[in-house]
Every structure is written in structure tokens, then in C-alpha cells.
């Protein structure tokens, strides 16, 4: 299983990026699915996540602005980031609960960088 993430890049302050993961293999079901995200210097944390059921929660920094979203059929999650600030600089992980022959298991995407600077 894979967890491919996209979408990341550069973009001014109060702009916006829309942030994909896509997980492909041998899945028979995921569970959650997450977006985390590390700053230079910091430790990773969650921004978003988001049930099997459509369910979602959200970090406090970014409640308002991120909005978190799957397509089951695709195995694929979105995170629509906007109106940015320059301190939602990181590198964006996707994260997911991933059931593969009767076992759950946590798979993370590459990461991909986002920043936001004039």
C-alpha cells in the first residue's frame, strides 16, 4: 500500500492550495484518513482528519480556513487550505488507517512541502 500525496508548493499570504493523497494496493477498507504537518523546528501535529463516515476535526489553527475531504471510490483525501498564513509553512503528511488482509495498519504519504511567503 502507498500513500501518494500532491498539491504542495509556494503561494502568498491569503492565498490558497488544495492538498491530495491518494492510496493505492491492496486495500480492503481504510478507516480514518489524516493530514499532519511539520514546521522547521517543531513537532509534527495533526492539522485535520476525517472518518470513513465523513465525520471531521479540525486543529484550531486552522478551523476556517482548512477543509478536509475524501473520495472513498478514489481512496483519496483533500485538504482545501485557504486563506493561508505565512506560519501554515511545513511539510503537509497524509496519514491513513489502512485494513490489508484483515490487518489495520498506518501508512503515511512522502509529505509535501507548502509555503506561504510574499
Known amino acids: 500500500v502507498q500513500l501518494q500525496a500532491s498539491g504542495g508548493g509556494l503561494v502568498q499570504p491569503g492565498g490558497s492550495l488544495r492538498l491530495s493523497c491518494a492510496a493505492s494496493g491492496s486495500i480492503f477498507s481504510i478507516n480514518d484518513m489524516d493530514w499532519y504537518r511539520q514546521a522547521p523546528g517543531k513537532q509534527r501535529e495533526l492539522v485535520a482528519y476525517?472518518?470513513?463516515?465523513?465525520?471531521?476535526n479540525y486543529a484550531d489553527s486552522v478551523k476556517g480556513r482548512f477543509t478536509i475531504s475524501r473520495d472513498n471510490a478514489k481512496n483519496t483525501v483533500y485538504l482545501q487550505m485557504d486563506s493561508l498564513k505565512p506560519e501554515d509553512t511545513a511539510v503537509y503528511y497524509c496519514?491513513?488507517?489502512?485494513?490489508?488482509?484483515?490487518?489495520?495498519?498506518?501508512?503515511w504519504g512522502q509529505g509535501t512541502l507548502v509555503t506561504v511567503s510574499s
Open positions: 476525517i472518518t470513513s463516515g465523513g465525520s471531521t
Open positions: 496519514h491513513a488507517d489502512v485494513l490489508v488482509a484483515g490487518v489495520w495498519f498506518d501508512y
